[in-house]
């Protein structure tokens, strides 16, 4: 599996270099290479198999045993060999105790599958918003590069002014302040797109070269309402599901420290054969076989108060299961709303950034207009394209922001899936 994910890793590396990378690429690399999302599949198979284990005590079980003894008998001088083979199989006919066990380690292999669910999803929320704040950080690196670029012009021409004695000192040095401020700016950007291209990298453990960006064809919409019961929404939510099988399993730790005090009966029949060679006494040289049947029936006289104890720790961790299932309920819901209202306002910023655009546009073009007859300047010029290109990186970063809310609200409701990356793929640049 390791060779294969490796493998994996240099085909969309080399492939990277020929075309930028889509979502979905970055996506199945991080399936593959992520470590906390394959330790979650972990635990998840060890509450599985730890389900089996205890499961198989409740059947039959057989086990034997295989002994050879030599005995030297110096009075008579006699020396002979015994070997003895014997075959126990028993089963628990009445364990109250063992079926409570059985029933509480079935609701933690539940638990743990939908904590895997609920992890999945947050793997992909999370995969995400890793791979569009890469696109964000190159958003901010390219309007500060414009920034930089327009105060380094309102620089030159201050100095141009100063020189011909229509400018004055103050001028050049507040031009160049501002130019060292916009060139803080463009490394804090340069920083932060390698620490954005750093953290996808931590998941998908390849190098990240270029990726692709949202199209023209993305919209920014609310994809889904929430005219449905709301009760049924939280009841189906991974993480309520989790809770309640806590709590199921509580129930069961509780009947089964109250079976501590019930009898337990079990049945087994032991088979065993031994013989007896090389003694110089016939007498002595035998073989002999028996079956023993046995019905065992045991139950607890007098613990000390250990059985009451154990039932009462017991109640209370069924008492907390229960608080903590309608606690968690609530936050659920709460999530829910909230995300939906997130959502909802990201569509209205999504759109005041696009009309911000226009805005920009027509800046820029009255800026040249003017520019072009004389009555402009190239520092206005400058300043409304650096606008513009701000305009843009906000757009941009605002539509980065809107997908991932809109898988946020997907994951509040409880059933993200990976068809959703698909779906974002649909809009990216191909």
Do not use: C
């Amino acid at each position: 599996m390791r060779v294969l994910n490796v493998a994996l890793g240099l085909v969309m590396a080399g492939n990277a270099m020929a075309e930028p990378q889509r979502l979905s690429d970055i996506y199945q690399l991080a399936v593959a290479n992520d470590p906390s999302l394959l330790a979650q599949i972990a635990v998840r198979d060890a509450s599985e198999a730890l389900g089996n284990q205890i499961r198989g005590t409740q059947g039959l079980s057989a086990s034997a045993s295989a002994s050879v003894k030599g005995t030297q008998n110096f009075k008579s001088d006699d020396d002979y060999g015994t070997g003895t083979l014997s075959l126990t199989v028993s089963v628990p006919l009445y364990d109250q105790g063992l079926v409570a066990s059985i029933d509480s380690q079935d609701a933690a292999v539940r638990q743990a599958d939908a904590t895997l669910a609920a992890y999945r999803q947050s793997h992909i929320v999370s995969v995400t918003n890793a791979y569009f704040a890469v696109l964000s950080a190159e958003q901010d690196l390219l309007a500060s590069k414009a920034e930089v670029e327009a105060f380094d012009r309102q620089l030159e021409q201050a100095s141009e002014r100063l020189i011909v004695g229509i400018g004055t000192r103050v001028d050049v040095d507040q031009a160049r302040a501002r130019l060292d401020l916009s060139q803080v700016g463009l490394i804090s950007a340069e920083v932060a797109l390698d620490t954005s291209r750093s953290n996808l990298e931590k998941l998908v453990d390849v190098p990240i070269l270029d990726l692709s960006d949202l199209g023209d064809g993305f919209t920014a919409d609310v994809h889904r309402s929430l005219d449905g019961n709301w009760e049924i929404l939280v009841d189906s939510h991974p993480d309520v599901i989790a809770k309640q099988e806590t709590y199921q399993s509580a129930l069961a730790d509780l009947d089964e420290a109250r079976a501590e005090t019930i009898p337990i009966l079990a049945l087994s029949s032991t088979f065993s054969m031994s013989d007896t060679s090389g003694s110089n006494t016939a007498a002595t040289n035998t073989s002999a076989h028996s079956n023993a049947l046995s019905l065992t029936l045991s139950a607890p006289i007098y613990t000390n108060g250990v059985a009451s104890a154990k039932v009462d720790v017991a109640e209370a961790g069924v008492v907390k299961a229960e608080a903590d299932l309608l606690r968690l309920r609530r936050k659920v819901l709460a999530s829910m709303q909230e995300a939906y209202r997130k959502l909802e306002a990201s569509v209205r910023i999504v759109e005041a950034r696009q009309l911000a655009i226009v805005s920009a546009a027509s800046r820029v073009e009255a800026t040249e207009a003017a520019y072009l007859v004389g009555s402009g300047n190239i520092v206005e010029l400058l300043n409304s394209k650096k606008d513009l290109f701000a305009a843009e990186r906000d757009f941009a970063k605002a539509r980065h922001t809107h997908v991932v809310r809109q898988l946020q609200f997907d994951q509040a409701v409880g059933d993200l899936s990976e068809s959703t990356i698909a779906r974002i793929d649909q809009t990216l640049i191909q």
